[in-house]
């Protein structure tokens, strides 16, 4: 199993090596072994810096997991998970450890009540070490206060989120009510804070990594199933939901100022979407697809009257997969070439240290953001 899941890393090193990468990478370690993790991270802030690579391949820091026992699964259809009473003295450390080097480090926290005791020790580590500057940031936080916002916002710190309510919203409101539901997560109230916000997905098995369904759920407030969980003043306008993607993300790899919007001195990345994401009805966002992607200046992938401009395309591995037969995530009906938009690129992907998938009941162990 281990030597199977290093060689996934294996690929990646490979096609970054022979500029292969179709995609930029800022990768944050996980840590893999329960009460082992404050060793792990010893031994890696040793070996790798933050920012360590190159624009392509970087290394960002520590986390979605930085210790086993502040994780919550986001399973609605089970109650709220307790985090044990070990989880301050596991975190506390840890966080000591990631501020004395500068590590960037990101948590995964569902509920507020989660997110409660881990301010509760960032602000202990912050009166010794100070945060200031580091771009750490919450991950998911559907459920967070008012209060703990303000808190994270005191420490310098960022909100990633994902569109996992997209899939679950129906569960939620079941086990929470309507009212709860209207808020999961305040997006809004967050930009309206300042808080430094960007916008993923969770996949690949949380939700799917398609981004086009995060823009309609964030434009909409809409489960993929069709229900309406969010009032207008915690929904986006298209603009305001690009940005999240694009812009508001870049600050999540500390590459703000450099990735997420076109213009000149920024990365050359940009994509060609298959309608007009700002005119086209709300329902057809989440049918978008790119026709065209441009990576540093370099198509990576072409289609429709791009097609020429396409880099031949390997192999579909593992041969099984749907992609092979299906040619993709979804087919939707492509719009004509003058309804299309381009967007840039910046929403970070991110990358497990090692053994994807060995904490059972933990859901995000592996995706892309
Ligand atoms: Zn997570």
Redesign the pocket.
């Known amino acids: 199993m281990r030597r199977g899941r290093s060689y996934h890393y294996q690929i990646i090193d490979e096609l970054h090596k022979n500029g292969e990468l179709t995609l930029r990478i800022a990768y944050n370690l996980f840590t893999q072994k329960p009460k082992d993790e404050l060793a792990d991270l010893s031994r890696w802030t040793g070996r790798v810096k933050p920012g360590q690579g190159d624009d392509y391949y970087r290394h960002n820091g520590a986390g979605?997991n930085l210790v086993f026992s502040a994780?919550d699964f986001?399973d609605f259809l089970e109650p709220r998970p307790e985090l044990p009473v070990s989880m301050e003295q596991d975190l506390k450390p840890v966080v000591t450890l990631l501020a004395l080097n500068r590590w960037p480090f990101r948590l995964?926290a569902?509920y507020d009540e989660s997110i409660t005791r881990a301010l509760n020790i960032y602000e202990e580590v912050n009166r010794e070490v100070p945060l200031k500057g580091l771009h750490w940031f919450i991950?998911?936080a559907e459920t967070i206060s008012k209060r703990n916002m303000e808190r994270v916002k005191a420490l310098g710190g960022g909100i990633a989120v994902q569109h996992r309510m997209a899939f679950q919203g129906e569960y939620f409101r079941d086990r929470y009510g309507e009212a709860a539901l209207k808020r999961t997560p305040p997006i809004a109230e967050m930009l309206g804070m300042g808080l430094p916000v960007g916008g993923g997905t969770?996949a690949t098995r949380?939700a799917s990594y398609n981004p086009f369904i995060s823009l309609y759920w964030l434009v909409t407030g809409k489960t993929v199933g069709g229900l309406s969980m969010y009032p207008e003043r915690n929904r986006l306008d298209r603009m305001d939901a690009l940005r999240l993607w694009t812009v508001g993300s870049s600050w999540f790899s500390s590459e703000d100022g450099k990735k997420g919007a076109i213009v000149p001195g920024q990365l050359a990345d940009l994509a060609v979407l298959s309608s007009d994401y700002f005119s086209i009805p709300e329902k057809e966002i989440k049918g978008l697809e790119s026709v065209l992607t441009v990576v540093g200046g370099k198509a990576v992938y072409a289609a429709e009257e791009f097609a020429e401009l396409s880099p031949p395309v390997p192999p579909v591995l593992p041969d099984w997969s749907p992609v092979a037969a299906y040619g993709g995530y979804a087919k939707p009906a492509l719009a004509p070439a003058s309804a299309r938009s381009s967007v840039a690129l910046a929403h970070n992907h991110k990358h497990v240290s090692a053994d994807c998938g060995v904490a059972g009941g933990f859901?995000?162990l592996c995706?892309a953001f």
């Open positions: 979605e994780a986001e995964h569902t991950d998911h969770d949380v859901g995000c995706w």
